[in-house]
Antibody, heavy 119, light 110 residues
């Protein structure tokens, strides 16, 4: 059974960098078909796709966030990570890590982690 | 990229059918058949209920169905049940090789 678990600071100061890690179990992050994805959801609002990475290293980002986002893979730890720079209060949200099996939809989701941007 | 447009809320009585629309552009919904729908109960992660416009994953009730016409995708819930009360989100692949979600629709069972 595929499981994903987000981890990282729950509070980040404005202008600093948000960093989250997703640990994957029940599947190999080296899978040729899978894309490892980050999605966020501000309280009471809709989902926002942040970006994804393939195990081979190719990435795709939301054009509106592209200048501030980096997604990377740690194959030895079966993990992938998100960094978002120069954060503001508008980046406060629940952040989900997820697996897209290469078919254009999310099959598995983490439980989500709340990140608050505040001084 | 702009979010896909969904109605904020839709309601119906038990047993009725409701339809949720998801409007995009020819650069996303209208240009690809990679439209998916997710159901999200409060405090939970979303769950896919429709992918590739109209396909249902194994285990998803056949009361859920999807369709698309031009730049608008639709999700229909037939035989509405209390357990269907949730938020529903549409998503589409885009010309930018990225994905975009809608703003979400709250379904209320009266």
């Amino acid at each position: 059974q595929v499981q994903l678990q987000e981890s990282g600071p729950g509070l980040v100061k404005p202008s600093q960098t948000l960093s989250l890690t997703c640990t994957v179990s029940g599947a190999s992050i080296n899978s040729e078909s899978d894309h490892w994805t980050w999605i966020r959801q501000p309280a009471g609002k809709g989902l926002e796709w942040i970006g994804r990475i393939h195990s081979a290293g190719s990435t795709s980002y939301n054009p509106s966030l592209k200048s501030r986002v980096t997604i990377s893979v740690d194959t030895s730890g079966n993990q992938f990570s998100l960094t978002l720079s120069s954060v503001t209060a508008a980046d406060t949200a629940v952040y989900f890590c997820a697996r897209d099996g290469g078919l254009g939809y999310i099959e598995y989701w983490g439980r989500g982690t709340l990140v608050t941007v505040s001084s | 990229q702009s979010a896909l447009t969904q109605p904020a809320s839709v309601s119906g009585s038990p047993g009725q059918s409701i339809t949720i629309s998801c409007t995009g552009t020819s650069s996303d919904v209208g240009g690809y058949n990679f439209v998916s729908w997710y159901q999200q109960h409060p405090g939970k992660a979303p769950k896919v209920i429709i992918f590739d416009v109209e396909k249902r994953p194994s285990g998803v009730s056949n009361r859920f169905s999807g369709s698309k016409s031009d730049n608008t995708a639709s999700l229909t819930i037939s035989g509405l049940q209390a357990e269907d009360e949730a938020d529903y989100h549409c998503s589409s692949f885009t010309r930018s090789n990225s994905f975009v979600f809608g703003g979400g629709t709250k379904v209320t069972v009266l």
